[in-house]
Protein backbone atom coordinates (compact mmCIF):
# COMPACT_ATOMS: atom_id res chain seq x y z
CA UNK A 1 0.00 0.00 0.00
CA UNK A 2 1.54 3.32 -1.24
CA UNK A 3 0.28 6.16 0.58
CA UNK A 4 2.62 8.81 -0.68
CA UNK A 5 1.38 11.50 -3.43
CA UNK A 6 2.53 10.94 -6.85
CA UNK A 7 4.28 14.24 -8.46
CA UNK A 8 1.23 14.75 -10.30
CA UNK A 9 -0.90 14.67 -7.42
CA UNK A 10 1.50 17.14 -5.22
CA UNK A 11 0.85 19.41 -8.74
CA UNK A 12 -2.66 18.96 -8.32
CA UNK A 13 -2.25 20.44 -4.86
CA UNK A 14 -0.43 23.11 -5.78
CA UNK A 15 -2.98 24.22 -8.77
CA UNK A 16 -6.34 24.08 -5.61
CA UNK A 17 -3.95 26.10 -3.16
CA UNK A 18 -3.46 29.34 -6.00
CA UNK A 19 -6.77 28.66 -7.03
CA UNK A 20 -8.37 29.03 -3.66
CA UNK A 21 -5.99 31.69 -2.49
CA UNK A 22 -7.32 33.77 -5.01
CA UNK A 23 -10.55 33.12 -4.60
CA UNK A 24 -11.66 32.96 -1.32
CA UNK A 25 -12.86 36.20 0.20
CA UNK A 26 -11.09 37.34 3.26
CA UNK A 27 -14.28 38.36 5.21
CA UNK A 28 -15.34 34.97 4.82
CA UNK A 29 -12.02 33.30 5.95
CA UNK A 30 -11.58 35.10 8.44
CA UNK A 31 -15.20 34.27 10.01
CA UNK A 32 -14.39 30.27 9.49
CA UNK A 33 -10.47 30.48 11.10
CA UNK A 34 -12.42 32.36 14.34
CA UNK A 35 -15.80 30.00 14.21
CA UNK A 36 -17.63 33.11 14.01
CA UNK A 37 -21.12 32.64 12.49
CA UNK A 38 -21.49 32.31 8.72
CA UNK A 39 -24.55 33.97 7.27
CA UNK A 40 -26.55 32.32 4.60
CA UNK A 41 -25.44 34.87 2.27
CA UNK A 42 -22.03 33.62 3.36
CA UNK A 43 -22.32 30.15 2.64
CA UNK A 44 -24.01 31.01 -0.75
CA UNK A 45 -21.51 32.91 -1.87
CA UNK A 46 -18.55 30.97 -1.58
CA UNK A 47 -20.87 27.79 -3.05
CA UNK A 48 -21.55 29.53 -5.77
CA UNK A 49 -17.85 30.93 -6.31
CA UNK A 50 -17.11 27.05 -6.80
CA UNK A 51 -20.54 26.31 -8.76
CA UNK A 52 -19.37 28.80 -11.15
CA UNK A 53 -15.80 26.92 -11.54
CA UNK A 54 -17.81 23.75 -11.76
CA UNK A 55 -15.96 22.26 -8.19
CA UNK A 56 -19.27 22.57 -5.84
CA UNK A 57 -20.27 19.16 -6.89
CA UNK A 58 -16.04 18.20 -6.47
CA UNK A 59 -17.49 14.95 -6.12
CA UNK A 60 -19.28 14.62 -8.84
CA UNK A 61 -18.60 12.58 -12.45
CA UNK A 62 -18.17 14.13 -15.91
CA UNK A 63 -21.19 13.30 -17.55
CA UNK A 64 -22.78 14.97 -14.62
CA UNK A 65 -21.31 18.44 -14.71
CA UNK A 66 -18.18 17.49 -12.17
CA UNK A 67 -14.94 17.79 -12.48
CA UNK A 68 -13.95 14.01 -12.84
CA UNK A 69 -11.37 13.64 -10.06
CA UNK A 70 -9.96 10.69 -8.58
CA UNK A 71 -10.60 9.76 -4.80
CA UNK A 72 -7.18 11.30 -4.11
CA UNK A 73 -7.52 14.44 -6.14
CA UNK A 74 -11.02 14.51 -3.89
CA UNK A 75 -9.32 14.36 -0.83
CA UNK A 76 -6.57 16.85 -1.84
CA UNK A 77 -9.33 19.35 -2.62
CA UNK A 78 -10.96 19.04 0.48
CA UNK A 79 -7.57 19.76 2.36
CA UNK A 80 -6.70 22.53 0.83
CA UNK A 81 -10.01 24.30 1.38
CA UNK A 82 -10.07 23.29 4.83
CA UNK A 83 -6.70 24.59 5.28
CA UNK A 84 -7.23 27.73 3.79
CA UNK A 85 -10.34 28.24 5.75
CA UNK A 86 -13.06 28.13 3.14
CA UNK A 87 -16.24 27.40 4.49
CA UNK A 88 -17.45 23.63 4.31
CA UNK A 89 -19.80 23.18 1.59
CA UNK A 90 -22.93 22.73 3.00
CA UNK A 91 -23.10 19.29 2.38
CA UNK A 92 -27.20 18.27 1.51
CA UNK A 93 -27.51 19.25 -2.18
CA UNK A 94 -24.21 18.93 -3.61
CA UNK A 95 -22.73 15.84 -1.00
CA UNK A 96 -26.07 13.87 -0.20
CA UNK A 97 -28.82 14.38 -2.84
CA UNK A 98 -27.22 14.70 -6.21
CA UNK A 99 -25.21 11.09 -5.99
CA UNK A 100 -28.80 9.90 -5.48
CA UNK A 101 -30.50 11.18 -8.36
CA UNK A 102 -27.34 11.02 -10.52
CA UNK A 103 -27.70 6.94 -9.49
CA UNK A 104 -31.47 6.54 -9.38
CA UNK A 105 -33.34 9.40 -10.73
CA UNK A 106 -34.70 9.62 -14.59
CA UNK A 107 -32.89 11.85 -17.08
CA UNK A 108 -35.50 14.02 -16.28
CA UNK A 109 -34.85 14.29 -13.24
CA UNK A 110 -31.17 14.83 -13.71
CA UNK A 111 -31.74 18.07 -15.93
CA UNK A 112 -34.23 19.25 -13.59
CA UNK A 113 -32.17 19.15 -10.16
CA UNK A 114 -28.81 18.76 -10.98
CA UNK A 115 -28.22 22.28 -12.53
CA UNK A 116 -28.76 23.97 -9.56
CA UNK A 117 -27.22 22.28 -6.96
CA UNK A 118 -23.93 22.60 -8.98
CA UNK A 119 -24.39 26.27 -8.87
CA UNK A 120 -25.11 27.09 -5.63
CA UNK A 121 -28.38 28.52 -6.85
CA UNK A 122 -31.04 26.03 -4.83
CA UNK A 123 -30.31 25.19 -1.21
CA UNK A 124 -31.40 21.22 -0.35
CA UNK A 125 -32.47 20.26 3.10
CA UNK A 126 -32.36 16.77 4.68
CA UNK A 127 -35.70 15.30 5.75
CA UNK A 128 -34.69 11.88 7.52
CA UNK A 129 -35.31 11.88 10.82
CA UNK A 130 -38.58 12.45 12.93
CA UNK A 131 -39.75 12.62 16.55
CA UNK A 132 -39.03 8.61 17.45
CA UNK A 133 -37.66 8.12 14.42
CA UNK A 134 -33.79 9.12 14.45
CA UNK A 135 -31.20 5.53 15.03
CA UNK A 136 -34.87 3.64 14.39
CA UNK A 137 -34.49 5.51 10.86
CA UNK A 138 -36.70 2.72 9.30
CA UNK A 139 -39.47 3.27 11.72
CA UNK A 140 -40.21 6.66 9.88
CA UNK A 141 -44.10 7.61 10.16
CA UNK A 142 -44.49 10.59 7.80
CA UNK A 143 -46.92 8.78 5.43
CA UNK A 144 -47.16 10.04 1.28
CA UNK A 145 -50.42 8.73 -0.11
CA UNK A 146 -50.49 8.33 -3.96
CA UNK A 147 -53.76 10.03 -5.22
CA UNK A 148 -53.69 10.34 -9.16
CA UNK A 149 -50.54 12.28 -10.14
CA UNK A 150 -49.97 13.26 -6.68
CA UNK A 151 -48.73 11.89 -3.50
CA UNK A 152 -50.50 14.06 -0.24
CA UNK A 153 -47.75 14.14 2.61
CA UNK A 154 -48.51 14.21 6.24
CA UNK A 155 -46.20 14.26 8.77
CA UNK A 156 -43.28 15.98 10.86
CA UNK A 157 -39.04 15.58 9.72
CA UNK A 158 -37.25 17.14 12.79
CA UNK A 159 -33.18 18.22 13.36
CA UNK A 160 -33.36 19.52 10.02
CA UNK A 161 -30.23 21.20 9.46
CA UNK A 162 -30.37 24.70 7.85
CA UNK A 163 -33.80 24.11 6.89
CA UNK A 164 -34.58 27.60 7.55
CA UNK A 165 -32.84 28.57 4.09
CA UNK A 166 -34.34 25.29 2.24
CA UNK A 167 -36.00 25.88 -0.93
CA UNK A 168 -36.05 21.83 -1.21
CA UNK A 169 -36.00 18.99 0.80
CA UNK A 170 -35.75 15.36 0.38
CA UNK A 171 -37.55 12.90 2.14
CA UNK A 172 -38.05 9.88 3.20
CA UNK A 173 -41.81 8.78 3.69
CA UNK A 174 -43.91 6.08 4.46
CA UNK A 175 -45.74 4.66 1.15
CA UNK A 176 -46.92 1.14 2.65
CA UNK A 177 -47.30 -0.93 6.15
CA UNK A 178 -46.46 -3.85 4.29
CA UNK A 179 -44.23 -6.52 4.78
CA UNK A 180 -40.46 -4.64 6.69
CA UNK A 181 -40.26 -1.67 8.08
CA UNK A 182 -37.66 -0.54 5.37
CA UNK A 183 -39.33 -2.40 2.77
CA UNK A 184 -42.19 0.48 2.77
CA UNK A 185 -40.16 3.61 2.51
CA UNK A 186 -40.21 5.71 -0.44
CA UNK A 187 -37.22 8.61 -1.20
CA UNK A 188 -39.53 12.14 -2.02
CA UNK A 189 -38.39 15.29 -3.46
CA UNK A 190 -40.58 17.94 -1.78
CA UNK A 191 -40.52 21.40 -3.07
CA UNK A 192 -40.51 23.44 0.61
CA UNK A 193 -42.82 26.62 -1.14
CA UNK A 194 -45.94 24.31 -1.42
CA UNK A 195 -48.70 24.88 0.55
CA UNK A 196 -48.66 23.31 3.86
CA UNK A 197 -45.27 23.04 4.50
CA UNK A 198 -43.71 24.78 7.87
CA UNK A 199 -40.24 25.04 9.36
CA UNK A 200 -40.09 25.93 13.08
CA UNK A 201 -36.72 26.57 14.70
CA UNK A 202 -35.16 24.80 17.46
CA UNK A 203 -32.84 26.67 19.67
CA UNK A 204 -29.61 24.99 20.50
CA UNK A 205 -27.76 24.90 23.50
CA UNK A 206 -25.28 27.63 21.98
CA UNK A 207 -27.93 29.84 21.41
CA UNK A 208 -28.10 29.38 17.72
CA UNK A 209 -30.72 28.21 14.88
CA UNK A 210 -29.05 25.86 12.97
CA UNK A 211 -31.61 22.97 13.28
CA UNK A 212 -35.98 22.68 12.79
CA UNK A 213 -38.66 20.79 12.80
CA UNK A 214 -40.55 20.61 9.44
CA UNK A 215 -44.17 20.11 9.42
CA UNK A 216 -46.36 18.59 6.32
CA UNK A 217 -49.73 18.85 6.22
CA UNK A 218 -51.45 17.35 3.11
CA UNK A 219 -48.46 18.66 1.01
CA UNK A 220 -49.50 18.14 -2.66
CA UNK A 221 -46.04 16.48 -4.22
CA UNK A 222 -45.99 15.87 -7.95
CA UNK A 223 -45.42 12.19 -8.35
CA UNK A 224 -42.65 12.98 -10.95
CA UNK A 225 -40.39 14.22 -7.93
CA UNK A 226 -40.38 10.35 -6.60
CA UNK A 227 -36.97 9.18 -6.87
CA UNK A 228 -36.76 5.73 -8.36
CA UNK A 229 -39.09 2.93 -7.12
CA UNK A 230 -41.77 3.08 -4.76
CA UNK A 231 -41.23 1.18 -1.19
CA UNK A 232 -37.29 1.05 -2.77
CA UNK A 233 -36.31 4.45 -0.90
CA UNK A 234 -34.09 2.51 2.10
CA UNK A 235 -31.99 1.24 -0.47
CA UNK A 236 -31.02 4.95 -1.55
CA UNK A 237 -31.16 6.27 2.07
CA UNK A 238 -28.28 3.98 2.45
CA UNK A 239 -26.26 4.96 -0.38
CA UNK A 240 -26.65 8.49 0.63
CA UNK A 241 -25.56 8.17 4.80
CA UNK A 242 -22.38 6.20 3.59
CA UNK A 243 -21.51 10.15 1.76
CA UNK A 244 -22.81 11.51 4.77
CA UNK A 245 -20.62 9.58 6.91
CA UNK A 246 -17.12 9.83 5.27
CA UNK A 247 -17.83 13.65 4.87
CA UNK A 248 -18.62 13.84 8.78
CA UNK A 249 -15.12 12.99 9.60
CA UNK A 250 -13.50 15.70 8.34
CA UNK A 251 -9.98 15.07 8.86
CA UNK A 252 -8.18 18.22 7.52
CA UNK A 253 -10.53 20.89 9.73
CA UNK A 254 -8.92 19.04 12.61
CA UNK A 255 -5.49 19.62 11.33
CA UNK A 256 -6.35 23.27 10.85
CA UNK A 257 -8.25 23.25 14.25
CA UNK A 258 -5.47 21.24 15.69
CA UNK A 259 -2.77 24.34 14.93
CA UNK A 260 -5.03 26.80 16.40
CA UNK A 261 -5.52 24.36 19.96
CA UNK A 262 -1.53 25.05 19.54
CA UNK A 263 -1.77 29.14 18.68
CA UNK A 264 -4.30 29.43 21.63
CA UNK A 265 -1.82 27.01 24.30
CA UNK A 266 0.61 29.12 23.42
CA UNK A 267 -0.94 32.67 24.00
CA UNK A 268 -2.42 31.65 27.07
CA UNK A 269 0.67 29.94 28.52
CA UNK A 270 -0.62 26.35 29.17
CA UNK A 271 1.78 24.85 26.67
CA UNK A 272 4.26 25.50 29.27
CA UNK A 273 2.53 22.75 31.12
CA UNK A 274 4.00 19.37 30.67
CA UNK A 275 0.37 17.50 30.79
CA UNK A 276 -1.88 20.26 28.77
CA UNK A 277 1.13 19.19 26.10
CA UNK A 278 0.22 15.87 26.66
CA UNK A 279 -3.16 16.22 25.84
CA UNK A 280 -2.28 17.71 22.55
CA UNK A 281 0.13 15.67 21.60
CA UNK A 282 -2.05 12.66 22.26
CA UNK A 283 -5.25 14.49 20.19
CA UNK A 284 -2.55 14.91 17.19
CA UNK A 285 -1.44 11.45 17.42
CA UNK A 286 -5.10 10.67 16.55
CA UNK A 287 -5.47 13.07 14.19
CA UNK A 288 -2.64 11.65 12.10
CA UNK A 289 -4.19 8.18 12.68
CA UNK A 290 -7.32 9.20 11.07
CA UNK A 291 -5.78 10.56 8.30
CA UNK A 292 -3.74 7.78 7.58
CA UNK A 293 -6.88 5.43 8.02
CA UNK A 294 -8.01 8.05 5.27
CA UNK A 295 -5.52 8.05 2.85
CA UNK A 296 -5.73 3.96 3.42
CA UNK A 297 -9.40 4.40 2.36
CA UNK A 298 -8.06 6.04 -0.99
CA UNK A 299 -5.34 4.14 -1.52
CA UNK A 300 -8.16 1.40 -1.08
CA UNK A 301 -10.03 3.07 -3.76
CA UNK A 302 -7.50 3.77 -5.98
CA UNK A 303 -7.09 -0.19 -6.47
CA UNK A 304 -10.87 -0.77 -7.23
CA UNK A 305 -11.86 -1.29 -3.54
CA UNK A 306 -14.79 -0.27 -1.95
CA UNK A 307 -14.37 0.66 1.77
CA UNK A 308 -17.79 2.46 2.24
CA UNK A 309 -18.21 -0.08 4.89
CA UNK A 310 -15.76 1.53 6.87
CA UNK A 311 -17.18 4.83 6.36
CA UNK A 312 -18.84 4.64 10.13
CA UNK A 313 -15.58 4.26 11.48
CA UNK A 314 -14.13 7.45 10.19
CA UNK A 315 -17.46 9.24 11.42
CA UNK A 316 -16.47 7.83 15.10
CA UNK A 317 -13.31 9.09 15.36
CA UNK A 318 -13.62 12.01 13.74
CA UNK A 319 -16.36 13.30 15.48
CA UNK A 320 -14.30 12.07 19.10
CA UNK A 321 -11.26 14.89 17.56
CA UNK A 322 -13.74 17.09 16.70
CA UNK A 323 -15.19 17.15 20.50
CA UNK A 324 -11.80 16.98 22.20
CA UNK A 325 -9.97 20.28 20.13
CA UNK A 326 -13.08 21.79 21.01
CA UNK A 327 -12.84 20.77 24.91
CA UNK A 328 -9.04 21.36 24.88
CA UNK A 329 -8.97 24.97 23.25
CA UNK A 330 -11.85 26.10 26.00
CA UNK A 331 -9.68 24.55 28.75
CA UNK A 332 -6.40 26.47 26.79
CA UNK A 333 -8.43 29.65 26.98
CA UNK A 334 -9.38 29.78 30.46
CA UNK A 335 -12.23 32.26 31.60
CA UNK A 336 -11.48 33.72 28.21
CA UNK A 337 -13.60 31.03 26.81
CA UNK A 338 -16.56 31.81 29.18
CA UNK A 339 -17.88 35.37 27.87
CA UNK A 340 -20.01 34.53 25.18
CA UNK A 341 -21.71 37.30 23.40
CA UNK A 342 -24.89 36.19 21.41
CA UNK A 343 -23.88 39.16 19.22
CA UNK A 344 -20.56 37.87 18.36
CA UNK A 345 -22.15 35.35 16.38
CA UNK A 346 -24.20 37.36 14.33
CA UNK A 347 -23.39 38.57 10.63
CA UNK A 348 -21.32 41.74 10.39
CA UNK A 349 -20.28 42.09 14.25
CA UNK A 350 -17.57 44.27 15.02
CA UNK A 351 -16.71 44.29 18.31
CA UNK A 352 -14.38 42.45 20.59
CA UNK A 353 -14.36 39.81 22.67
CA UNK A 354 -12.94 41.48 26.89
CA UNK A 355 -9.27 41.13 26.74
CA UNK A 356 -9.34 39.53 23.09
CA UNK A 357 -6.04 37.20 23.10
CA UNK A 358 -8.20 35.02 20.93
CA UNK A 359 -8.87 36.44 18.18
CA UNK A 360 -12.70 36.79 18.34
CA UNK A 361 -12.67 33.09 19.31
CA UNK A 362 -16.51 32.15 20.46
CA UNK A 363 -15.07 29.10 22.07
CA UNK A 364 -17.44 28.59 24.55
CA UNK A 365 -20.05 28.22 21.75
CA UNK A 366 -18.23 26.32 19.43
CA UNK A 367 -17.68 23.84 22.88
CA UNK A 368 -21.38 23.65 22.97
CA UNK A 369 -22.12 23.42 19.37
CA UNK A 370 -19.76 20.26 18.79
CA UNK A 371 -21.85 18.27 21.61
CA UNK A 372 -24.05 17.44 18.14
CA UNK A 373 -21.08 15.62 16.60
CA UNK A 374 -21.51 12.34 18.34
CA UNK A 375 -24.94 12.39 17.46
CA UNK A 376 -25.83 13.54 14.37
CA UNK A 377 -25.36 11.60 10.65
CA UNK A 378 -26.06 8.64 13.23
CA UNK A 379 -25.33 8.54 16.52
CA UNK A 380 -21.54 6.87 17.65
CA UNK A 381 -23.13 4.34 19.69
CA UNK A 382 -25.68 2.98 17.01
CA UNK A 383 -22.04 3.72 14.57
CA UNK A 384 -20.44 1.40 16.98
CA UNK A 385 -22.74 -1.54 16.44
CA UNK A 386 -22.93 -1.15 12.58
CA UNK A 387 -18.73 -1.25 12.56
CA UNK A 388 -19.15 -4.39 14.75
CA UNK A 389 -21.54 -6.31 12.17
CA UNK A 390 -19.68 -5.46 9.56
CA UNK A 391 -16.67 -4.65 9.68
CA UNK A 392 -15.61 -6.72 12.55
CA UNK A 393 -18.44 -9.74 11.82
C1 LIG B 1 -27.19 19.13 15.21
C2 LIG B 1 -27.95 18.03 14.52
C3 LIG B 1 -28.25 18.16 13.19
C4 LIG B 1 -29.01 17.17 12.54
N1 LIG B 1 -29.36 17.37 11.23
C5 LIG B 1 -30.22 16.51 10.64
C6 LIG B 1 -30.73 16.78 9.33
O1 LIG B 1 -30.40 17.80 8.69
N2 LIG B 1 -31.62 15.91 8.82
C7 LIG B 1 -32.01 14.78 9.46
O2 LIG B 1 -32.80 14.02 8.90
N3 LIG B 1 -31.54 14.49 10.71
C8 LIG B 1 -30.67 15.35 11.31
N4 LIG B 1 -30.22 15.09 12.59
C9 LIG B 1 -30.76 13.94 13.30
C10 LIG B 1 -29.77 12.85 13.63
O3 LIG B 1 -29.53 12.04 12.51
C11 LIG B 1 -30.36 12.05 14.81
O4 LIG B 1 -30.36 12.92 15.92
C12 LIG B 1 -29.56 10.82 15.12
O5 LIG B 1 -29.70 9.87 14.10
C13 LIG B 1 -30.00 10.17 16.47
O6 LIG B 1 -31.38 9.98 16.50
P1 LIG B 1 -32.28 10.55 17.71
O7 LIG B 1 -31.93 11.98 17.93
O8 LIG B 1 -33.71 10.24 17.39
O9 LIG B 1 -31.83 9.77 19.00
P2 LIG B 1 -32.31 8.31 19.45
O10 LIG B 1 -32.34 7.40 18.28
O11 LIG B 1 -33.58 8.46 20.23
O12 LIG B 1 -31.16 7.87 20.40
C14 LIG B 1 -31.06 8.31 21.76
C15 LIG B 1 -29.84 7.69 22.40
O13 LIG B 1 -29.98 6.26 22.40
C16 LIG B 1 -28.85 5.65 21.77
N5 LIG B 1 -29.30 4.47 21.01
C17 LIG B 1 -30.37 4.39 20.19
N6 LIG B 1 -30.46 3.16 19.65
C18 LIG B 1 -29.40 2.45 20.12
C19 LIG B 1 -28.92 1.12 19.92
N7 LIG B 1 -29.55 0.27 19.11
N8 LIG B 1 -27.79 0.75 20.57
C20 LIG B 1 -27.13 1.60 21.39
N9 LIG B 1 -27.53 2.87 21.62
C21 LIG B 1 -28.65 3.30 21.01
C22 LIG B 1 -28.29 6.70 20.85
O14 LIG B 1 -26.91 6.50 20.62
C23 LIG B 1 -28.53 7.98 21.64
O15 LIG B 1 -27.51 8.18 22.58
C24 LIG B 1 -29.43 16.02 13.24
C25 LIG B 1 -29.09 15.89 14.60
C26 LIG B 1 -28.37 16.88 15.24
C27 LIG B 1 -28.05 16.71 16.69
Not at 142 to 163: C, M, P, S
Not at 385 to 390: E, R, S, W
Amino acid sequence: MDLAFTPEEQAFREEIRSWVRANLPEDIARKVRNDLHLTREDMQRWAKILGKKGWLGYGWPKEFGGPGWSAVQKHLFEEECALAGTPRIVPFGPVMVAPVIMAYGTPEQHRRFLPGIASGEVWWSQGYSEPGSGSDLASVKTRAERVGDKYIVNGQKTWTTLGQYGEWIFCLVRTSNEGKPQTGISFLLIDMKSPGVTVRPIKLLDGSHEVNEVFFDNVQVPADQLIGEENKGWTYAKHLLSHERTNIADVNRAKRELERLKRIAKTEGVWEDQRFRDQIALLEIDVIALEMLVLRVLSAMKSGKNPLDIAGLLKIKGSEIQQRYSELMMLAAGPYALPYIQEAMEAGYQGDFPGNVLGNAPLAATYFNMRKTTIYGGSNEVQRNIVAQTVLG
